[in-house]
């Protein structure tokens, strides 16, 4: 699959500074249904075998299409402030993206506020994306 690579990447230039998680559990208000499987999660942590504050970026891959996965990225993406904030390391903006590998769609959370990047970003643009990866971390 063509998104880990590009995702290790971003761990390599970070000088492995953070955490990179793919295919967790990641249950934090089960009452609210912000609970379930992320296919990706990169946190401002270097500790690879647990999930510490603060989560930075959640990364959903769809096999065709974007659309469907957004709200499941905005809803992890929630999760992930909820998260923080619990663990005391709360930080202003959660980043999030839905890719199918070829094409990345980026989003951000700020306080209540989502915000969806209206441009689709194509993998020939690799440059873009990882430019907008790594700003996020």
């Known amino acids: 699959m063509i998104i880990l690579p590009i995702l290790l990447e ?12 793919s295919g967790i559990n990641f249950d934090v208000d089960i009452d609210k249904g912000l609970n379930g499987y992320c296919d990706f999660i990169i946190s401002r942590s270097k500790e690879q075998l647990l999930i510490n ?3 930075i970026i959640i990364i959903e ?17 929630l999760a ?12 202003p903006t959660i980043y999030g993206a839905v890719t199918t590998g070829d094409i990345w769609k980026f989003l951000k959370l700020e306080l209540n506020n989502l915000f969806i990047d209206l441009k689709n970003y194509y993998i020939k643009e690799l440059a873009n994306i990882l430019g907008i990866l790594f700003q996020a971390v």
């Open 53 to 55: 504050a603060p989560v």
């Open 10 to 21: 971003i761990r390599r230039r970070a000088n492995y500074q953070i955490s990179l998680f």
């Open 80 to 91: 992930a402030q909820i998260f923080n904030q619990r663990e005391n390391n709360d930080i």
């Open 61 to 77: 891959a769809k096999n065709e299409n974007i659309k469907n996965g957004l709200g499941q990225c905005a809803g992890a993406m």
